[in-house]
């Protein structure tokens, strides 16, 4: 069973992938450890400040472990170091009521992070700060604020793909790729 519990942190629509990680963080390389906890430390730090700060200035993590997303979230360029970023800051799912098809399939294909479509618009209903358990086998989110459970759509096999750490990492595994 996957739960994650944690902060939540709520953005709106359209949260583009320039938003996700500014274009002056694509030098840090994700496969260097140091790079990547760099690279997490950026996370959503092209957000207007009136969101608040995702990874607290001077930190390398969030307390966020969910983020609450609207229509479209991950607009924008390909840039695989999206997902990438929002994993490395310690992030480790976004619910939305839609995603950009290219950042979905990033989410995917790195492992990093588990995409939740809402049917809910949970946006305009969630705040910032407040506590959450999001159970991935049975497609819920409670709110411990209001102790309200959100049916979520169903991911299907791509919590398998996730949980292997990725596509190759699952490729591997499920005897697709040669080891």
């Known amino acids: 069973?996957?739960?994650?519990?944690?902060?939540?942190?709520?953005?709106?629509?359209?949260?583009?992938?320039?938003?996700?990680?500014?274009?002056?963080?694509?030098?840090?390389?994700?496969?260097?450890p140091a790079e990547l906890e760099k690279l997490g430390s950026h996370a959503l730090s092209g957000l207007p400040d009136s969101y608040g700060k995702f990874v607290p200035e001077g930190q390398l993590k969030t307390p966020y472990a969910i983020i609450i997303g609207g229509r479209n979230f991950g607009c924008g360029s390909s840039r695989e170091h999206a997902p990438v970023c929002l994993g490395a800051a310690g992030a480790r799912a976004v619910v939305a009521e839609s995603f950009a098809r290219i950042f979905f399939r990033n989410c995917i294909a790195t492992g990093q992070l588990y995409p939740v479509e809402t049917p809910a618009r949970l946006c305009e209903r969630l705040k910032t700060g407040d506590e959450g358990e999001l159970d991935l086998e049975r497609n819920t989110l409670t709110v411990k604020r209001t102790g309200e459970t959100i049916a979520l759509r169903d991911s299907g096999a791509t919590r398998e793909v996730i949980a292997a750490g990725g596509l190759f990492d699952y490729a591997r595994t499920a005897g697709l790729i040669k080891k």
């Open 1 to 32: 069973m996957t739960i994650i519990s944690g902060k939540i942190f709520v953005a709106g629509d359209n949260i583009d992938t320039d938003q996700i990680i500014p274009a002056q963080y694509l030098n840090l390389v994700p496969t260097i």
